[in-house]
């Protein structure tokens, strides 16, 4: 995976409600699998069956509280990702999701209140550098705390895996 | 400055001396565990990398669990994939169908854990295995694949709450009552990326089937790990089923907490959690009898000996109501075993019960229960969420067993304190000797 561009640009899809949990963004019904592309059609199906038909790829998912709750299922990140989503947005996120997340390479940022200022179908301007989400259509911005270094290097690395083999070389193989 | 029991676990485990809430560790693993749904997706992982072995064996258990026996054709494939991973990595400790067991129930109870591990699996519910005074919790695939290959994760060292719960537990009160309790006053967040750490002297009334109760739910509350001290009780648990030695870490007096606790379990009653949130708790009393399609007593929450034992002396003697019905799921094979020796069937199945073999089941909507639209469902397992057992219309409310088994028997919410007659704890007493400890009291 590439270096982390510093600015990334997408619409914006808003769920607003807390505890948006795995079981809706992956239903259990669908973990007979784990192949990205089919998982992908089953993004969000259990709080919007027709987020699959309008997300593209690029685009944002914003949330309020603890987004991702429940089970561990790293399936939830792969169905987003799978549907094209570039980052989840939150006021916060659970420990596991979070986890996963940038465990995979996949950004997830925390941005306590941009729920309440962003529409869906709203443009958006991330720069992970300084920290600022910018809504295009509104023409609203605001910032949130850039990721850990630890986080960032994660990401950067396309993931724990790659980032290990990095760091020691080489696993044992 | 004194440290907590998980930081004394974390550190011990990553070569330091000391460590803090915050920093980020590299720690070393004693156990993973793994099952069907979230392992081949490592395995794969690995697989593209060209990683092919597994740094430990030995460190590894496997059961199928979640599908159990397969489901279907796809579910199939993957118990096939776990199967063959374990044959060619030459991993000792599976449990095949018809051994086998929910994963977080088989560990504890076939001996493979030992107080003071570091334990983790690609399943949140890895924090139950902490009462047995273990740093123990749940990651997604890309963890288990990072872990499997090296044997280390890193992690974030936790802030611990402190749960203090004070005094015996009243007629009727289980330790799920506790953990939906202690929930419904801190939220599904509460304790988010936090190690909820329980001591007090309810602890001595708990037996180990018990506590695991309450440290599964630890998820609920978003909490990474929930732990308990290991005292007697924990001690002869162990030493019953394994010999292994094993190092034991208290928590420091002096010891900080990012919040404490104390909890008058005393003065608790039954507890209902409404849907769709395991944190809408609320005493029975304020619960309207909601009429109630399927009662689940199983998983890993509620799947074990003492559940059953509780949920049989319940329903002894009782028909299911008409127009529900009931399903009775043992955690693992040997409660199986245990349940059908003690006559515990005998008594579910005059009751009209459907008894299945362990497995998650209708747990997580999978299969053996799933629910319809608009039905509703009393439960024993740990999610009430939004389409958790299956249609996302269903309507799922959480209890103890004895209050899904009185629930059984009226077909609308009831508070099993109607039904728990003293000579309920007949049966109690007899499972209690036939088990050797009886340093314990019941909670009835
Ligand atoms: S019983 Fe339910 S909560 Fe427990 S591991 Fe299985 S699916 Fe997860």
Not at chain 1, 128 to 133: E, S, Y
Not at chain 2, 76 to 97: D, P, S
């Amino acid at each position: 995976m590439p270096e982390l561009p510093t600015k990334l640009k997408g619409y914006a899809h808003v769920y607003e409600r807390a505890h948006i949990n795995t079981d809706e963004i992956i239903p259990a019904r669908y973990l007979n699998v784990h192949e990205e592309a089919e998982l992908a059609k089953h993004a969000m199906e259990d709080i919007d069956v027709d987020f699959v038909k309008r997300v593209q790829p690029g685009d944002f998912v914003i949330a309020g509280d603890d987004f991702g709750c429940g089970s561990s299922r790293e399936h939830a990140v792969w169905a987003l990702r799978g549907a094209g989503v570039r980052a989840v947005i939150a006021n916060s996120f659970a420990r596991i999701f979070f986890r996963n997340a940038i465990n995979n390479g996949f950004l997830v940022i925390e941005c306590p209140g941009a729920v309440q200022s962003i529409n869906t179908g709203d443009e958006l301007e991330i720069d992970l550098a300084a920290g600022r989400l910018r809504n295009l259509t509104k023409g609203t911005e605001s910032s949130f705390v850039p990721l850990s270094d630890f986080a960032r290097e994660l990401i950067t690395a396309g993931g724990l895996l790659p980032y290990i083999q990095k760091a020691h070389g080489a696993v044992e193989s | 400055m004194g440290m907590t029991i998980t930081e004394k676990i974390l550190a011990a485990h990553s070569k330091r001396e000391c460590v803090v809430p915050g920093e980020i560790v590299n720690a070393k693993l004693d156990l993973i565990v793994c099952h069907e749904v979230t392992t081949p997706p490592a395995v794969q992982m690995l697989r593209k990398l060209g990683i092919n072995k597994v740094f430990d064996p030995s460190k590894i258990l496997v059961t199928p669990d979640h599908f159990v026996p397969n489901k279907d054709i796809k579910s199939a494939e993957l118990a096939k994939q776990l199967r063959q991973w374990r044959e060619e990595q030459g991993i000792t400790r599976y449990y095949e169908v018809g051994n086998h067991g929910i994963c977080h129930a088989i560990a504890p109870e076939q001996g493979h854990v030992l107080p003071g591990m570091t334990i983790i699996c690609g399943d949140s519910h890895t924090t139950t295995m902490g009462a047995l005074g273990t740093f123990a919790t749940g990651v997604g695939s890309t963890d288990l694949a990072a872990a499997l290959a090296t044997g280390e994760l890193w992690f974030k060292v936790p802030e611990s709450i402190l749960f203090e719960l004070n005094g015996p537990l009243p007629h009727g009160v289980y330790s799920k009552d506790i953990i939906l309790y202690i929930i419904s006053k801190i939220g599904v967040d509460g304790a988010r990326y936090k190690a909820m750490e329980y001591r007090g002297s309810s602890l001595r009334y708990l037996t180990m089937e018990a506590r695991f109760t309450i440290t599964n739910m630890a998820i609920e509350a978003g909490g990474k790990s929930g732990i308990m001290p290991v005292d007697e009780i924990a001690m002869n648990y162990v030493h019953a089923r394994t010999s292994e030695p094993y190092e034991l870490y208290y928590s420091d007096d002096d010891a900080e907490y990012a919040e404490r606790f104390t909890i008058d379990v005393s003065s608790l009653e039954p507890m209902v959690a409404l849907p769709s949130l395991p944190s809408n708790g609320r005493f029975i009393g304020e619960v309207p009898r909601v009429k109630i399609d399927q009662v689940y007593i199983g998983s890993c929450t509620n799947g074990r000996i003492e559940d059953l034992r509780i949920a049989a002396s319940v329903m002894k003697g009782h028909k299911v109501a008409k127009g529900t019905r009931a399903i009775v799921v043992p955690a693992t094979t040997e409660v199986w075993k245990t349940a059908m020796r003690e006559g515990l069937f005998d008594i579910f199945s005059e009751a009209g019960c459907v008894i299945s073999t362990a497995t998650c089941g209708a747990c997580l909507g999978g299969y053996m229960g799933v629910l319809g639209a608009e039905e509703t469902c009393l439960s024993t397992t740990n999610r009430n969420f939004v389409g958790r057992m299956g249609d996302p219309r269903a309507k799922v409310y959480l209890a103890s067993p004895a209050t899904a088994a009185a629930t059984a028997i009226t077909g609308t919410i009831t508070d099993p304190r109607e039904f728990l007659k003293p000579e309920s704890q007949h049966l109690l007493a007899a499972a209690e000797s036939a088990y050797g400890q009886d340093d314990y009291l019941w909670g009835v």
